[in-house]
T-cell receptor, first 110, second 113 residues
Framework: QQQVKQSPQSLIVQKGGISIINCAYE??????FPWYQQFPGKGPALLIA?????SEKKEGRFTISFNKSAKQFSLHIMDSQPGDSATYFC?????????FGTGTRLTIIP | NAGVMQNPRHLVRRRGQEARLRCSPM?????VYWYRQLPEEGLKFMVY????????ESGMPKERFSAEFPKEGPSILRIQQVVRGDSAAYFC???????????FGNGTRLTVT
């Protein structure tokens, strides 16, 4: 049972472009929605997070948009750079337990 | 200011052997979580522990798997009689309290031959 659905599975974006990754959830008890960035051979690192009482959060080039009624949230990476090439996971938390999406492999090309 | 430390980084075991994975949380963190990641998949929750207590083990297989977080020393994830399907990356995370973000280690990659 996939509680957090993530798309696309892979994404190629030109340098300077906008990368957009989408997630949807079913469980309305989720109360915290983080995004993680993972490089090969490394553990996931927290990138940015949002709570459901906020519709948007921006940190530098990274923005989360949250639509509570649609039960959807997305990550936008502005001015994408080659160093952003990594796998991105959305997640949702209930009772301190993180449920992860299946990941998006992002590749930024020159 | 060391992060979450996991060892070994790579572990190879034959079918039927035991695997022991260790996790030292960040300094000051008393909450530990174990996750498993299969290739091309997200991380799946296994167990959540505080010092000397298992809080939530709903993601742990009922047989062969156990976890502990003793008063002194690292948290241990133990897999007895490993099978090929146990091959995966196992990640540990820690947090200072229930409302703080999780910090992950770099994982232990278990290969069962």
């Amino acid at each position: 049972q996939q509680q957090v659905k993530q798309s696309p599975q892979s994404l190629i974006v030109q340098k300077g472009g906008i990368s957009i990754i989408n997630c949807a959830y079913e469980n309305t008890a989720f109360d915290y929605f983080p995004w993680y960035q993972q490089f090969p051979g490394k553990g996931p690192a927290l990138l940015i997070a949002i709570r459901p009482d906020v519709s948007e959060k921006k940190e530098g080039r990274f923005t989360i948009s949250f639509n509570k009624s649609a039960k959807q949230f997305s990550l936008h990476i502005m001015d994408s750079q080659p160093g952003d090439s990594a796998t991105y996971f959305c997640a949702a938390t209930q009772n301190e337990k993180l449920t992860f999406g299946t990941g998006t492999r992002l590749t930024i090309i020159p | 200011n060391a992060g979450v430390m996991q060892n070994p980084r790579h572990l190879v075991r034959r079918r039927g052997q035991e695997a022991r994975l260790r996790c030292s949380p960040m300094k000051g963190h008393s909450h530990v979580y174990w996750y498993r990641q299969l290739p091309e998949e997200g991380l799946k929750f296994m167990v959540y522990l505080q010092k000397e207590n298992i809080i939530d083990e709903s993601g742990m297989p009922k047989e062969r798997f156990s976890a502990e977080f003793p008063k002194e020393g690292p948290s241990i994830l133990r897999i007895q009689q490993v099978v090929r399907g146990d091959s995966a990356a196992y990640f540990c995370a820690s947090s200072a309290d229930r409302n703080s973000p999780l910090h992950f280690g770099n994982g232990t990659r278990l290969t069962v031959t």
